[in-house]
């Protein structure tokens, strides 16, 4: 079975401030593809980034970046100089197996930025 | 181009009614998977379909059921509704087949049940 942890329930920071959010995943597939997706108030996930099992390359987009460490089966995210408009609940998934396509969530962490 | 359109947005049922909710993907895209977001459960699994067939079911009753058409649109039902069936439900299409492709999101439909 697939399970995806996010221990932190809701974080708040002031504007600017730096926040890794964290996710801890469990899979017994050898191919997995890991996932963050934000949900705004509107209610719609918004994707921001997959990886692959294969791929332990940390990554960089603007403001974002996340670290993929498989040996602690992690896959964590940090916003720099977070912004008001970074808040929101965000979300890691999985997926592997079989070729039928089925997101396991984590308990997503809600981020509240303060001006 | 147009994202993934789910409707109606909003809607109130009474238990024991039944309800259908309809979830537009992308164009291109041919697989099409439903969740379902309660604050106790968080996301979970519903279905995925793929060119008209059922690929995968989560871990629900009979009473919730889809379909997918040949232009990929998708229903899903449930029947004989009870109050803990009151969630947001969200509908997600993705181009490719495999489980890499990114799945993009509509804005779900919140459903109601009194």
């Known amino acids: 079975a697939q399970k995806v942890t996010q221990a932190q329930t809701e974080i708040s920071v002031v504007e600017k401030e730096d926040v890794t959010l964290d996710c801890v995943y469990e899979?017994?597939?050898?191919?997995?593809?890991l996932f963050w997706y934000k949900q705004p108030p509107s209610g719609e996930l918004v994707f921001l980034i997959r990886r692959n099992s294969f791929d332990e390359q940390n990554e960089i987009s603007g403001r974002y970046s996340w670290n993929f460490q498989k040996s602690t089966s992690s896959f964590n995210f940090t916003i720099t100089a977070s912004q008001v408009v970074d808040s929101a609940v965000y979300f890691c998934a999985l997926s592997g197996g079989g070729s039928a396509r089925q997101l396991t969530f984590g308990s997503g962490t809600q981020l509240t930025v303060l001006p | 181009k147009a994202g993934v359109t789910q409707t109606p947005r909003y809607l109130i049922k009474t238990r024991g009614q039944q309800v259908t909710l309809s979830c537009s993907p992308i164009?291109?895209?041919?697989?099409v998977s439903w969740y379902q977001q309660t604050p106790g459960q968080g996301l979970q699994f519903l279905f995925e379909?793929?060119?008209?067939?059922?690929?995968n079911k989560g871990n629900f009753p009979g009473r919730f059921s889809g379909r997918q058409f040949s232009n990929s649109r998708s229903e899903m039902n449930v029947s004989t509704l009870e109050l803990g069936d009151s969630a947001l439900y969200l509908c997600a299409s993705s181009l490719e087949t495999g489980q890499g492709g990114e799945a993009f999101f509509g804005q779900g439909t919140r459903l109601t049940v009194v």
């Open positions: 164009s291109g895209h041919r697989s």
């Open positions: 379909y793929f060119s008209e067939t059922q690929r």
């Open positions: 899979t017994r597939d050898t191919t997995y593809y």
